[in-house]
């Protein structure tokens, strides 16, 4: 939501963390524990046309989030859900979202994701055909099966310039958070 409503990366991150440790104290609140009530929360974050900066805020996510947890006494898991940006799918041309499709796919599996959801090559179409849901799946088997990259802990570690570009996101979209909880939280 945050991605196409036009955060950056940083914004989108910091933003995340808020509604996270938001829904947390809300179940505080509740009577149900921090520590039973992490496990329920699912991180949902777009992965745009710059495979680089996708990954890196993917990296990035994991470890904002286990600053959170540490602080909160938490475990650190972060469920971590990738879908395609809708700013970067085209109606035109429609056989060139497989290709998107493609780079979107890499860059959430490089990054570490746990989930990635890829739409149809046909998306904004009013008629949608059992093609393009068939492909869009098809490419999610074939990169996981074909390359391994869901084998791999972490595809992107000792690559200087993620590890930079990781690190520079991180930092940014801590900065904005810790601005965001000094304001009284995300709401």
């Known amino acids: 939501f945050y991605h196409g409503a036009g955060a950056s990366h940083a914004m989108e991150l910091a933003l995340a963390y808020a509604s996270g440790v938001h829904v947390l104290r809300e179940a505080q609140l509740r009577g149900v524990a921090i520590q039973s009530s992490d496990a329920l929360l699912a ?49 035109r041309g429609r056989w060139v979202n497989n290709l998107r499709n493609t780079a979107y796919c890499f860059a959430g599996a490089v990054g570490g994701a746990d989930r990635i959801t890829l739409p149809s090559h046909e998306f904004g179409m009013e008629e949608k055909g059992a093609l393009g849901d068939r492909i869009a799946r098809n490419t999610q088997l074939v990169l996981r099966l074909e390359s391994g990259l869901d084998q791999v802990k972490d595809a992107a570690a000792g690559s200087y310039y993620l ?25």
Request: charged share 20%; hydrophobic share 45%.
């Open 43 to 91: 991180f949902e974050l777009a992965v745009g046309t710059d495979f680089f900066s996708s990954i890196a805020k993917l990296r990035s996510a994991r470890l904002g989030w286990q600053r959170i947890s540490d602080v909160l006494g938490l475990n650190g898991a972060m469920a971590l859900h990738v879908s395609p940006s809708v700013l970067h799918q085209t109606t």
């Open 163 to 187: 590890e930079t570009l990781t690190d520079q996101t991180a930092k940014r979209a801590w900065d904005i958070f810790q601005t965001i909880e000094g304001q009284g939280g995300i709401l």
